[in-house]
């Protein structure tokens, strides 16, 4: 396949993604219809066959001859014909069972306090595997929730519809989902003794240095060591001075 045929095959898959069924690939438009690079990048990577592109390959896109497809404004990139993008709707009947992925820090949190939207929506979605696809784009071992729809709305929730695949909602309160059971916490490790260290063996005809001599003993011992080496010489000066003055008396 030629270059020019790859670069205006990857501008139809990114407006279908952007401009027409962005549900499909967990991607959720913000009310101008722009969606975050990093997060259209993790949803290519899904997909069988493009996940080889990277933010180049993109960019070539829009520079491509003519009208380009799409446009990008710092980190966020939007379909120029958003036509036939829907918005989301509070719909009148939900499915029973949708599906949210939370982070596995914040799970223990948010079994007891809930989960409410900090400025964005909640993202859910209408079965496991796509739960599953969103969760691992923010942890890679996501717990995946279990929400029941007529209770999220009974306990103050409001739930959105967007395409056939995403469910937004602004929080999912206490009683309104079910998860896995926490893991039980791990035993205290134990502590590990330190092994004692043994005495050094002295080997035969090496010498080891006392450090623990006191250095006025070594001076005394210096000292106390001469004093005998040349006591033989006083010995000898005292006979000598006896025969000049005679013998001793005995």
């Not at 690079?37 to 896109?61: Q, T, Y």
Request: net charge positive; proline share 8%; hydrophobic share 35%.
């Amino acid at each position: 396949m030629k270059h020019r045929q790859i670069v205006d095959k990857l501008s139809k898959l990114l407006v279908y993604m952007l401009g027409r069924q962005p549900d499909e690939f967990g991607l959720l438009p913000d009310e101008n219809g722009y969606v975050k690079i990093k997060d259209l990048m993790k949803s290519l990577g899904e997909e069988p066959g493009w996940r080889h592109v990277r933010l180049n390959h993109i960019r070539e896109v829009t520079y491509s001859a003519g009208s380009p497809a799409v446009e990008i404004e710092n980190n966020l990139i939007r379909a120029k014909d958003r036509t036939c993008l829907f918005l989301p709707e509070i719909p009148e009947t939900l499915p029973n069972l949708i599906y949210s992925a939370v982070r596995q820090r914040a799970y223990p949190v948010l079994l007891e306090k809930g989960l409410t939207a900090a400025g964005n929506r909640i993202v859910l979605a209408g079965d496991v595997a796509m739960a599953k696809r969103l969760g691992r784009r923010i942890d890679p071992s996501p717990v995946i929730l279990t929400v029941n729809s007529e209770n999220a709305r009974k306990n103050g929730a409001t739930v959105w519809r967007f395409g056939n695949h995403l469910f937004l909602a602004d929080c999912l309160p206490l009683g309104s989902f079910s998860g896995p059971p926490l893991p039980k916490n791990r035993p205290d490790a134990k502590q590990v003794e330190m092994p004692k260290l043994q005495p050094a063996q002295k080997t035969p005809g090496s010498y080891y240095l006392d450090l623990t001599m006191d250095s006025t003993r070594k001076d005394q011992s210096k000292k106390s060591s001469r004093h005998r080496k040349n006591e033989w010489k006083r010995d000898r000066a005292r006979i000598s001075r006896s025969k000049v003055n005679g013998w001793p008396e005995r």
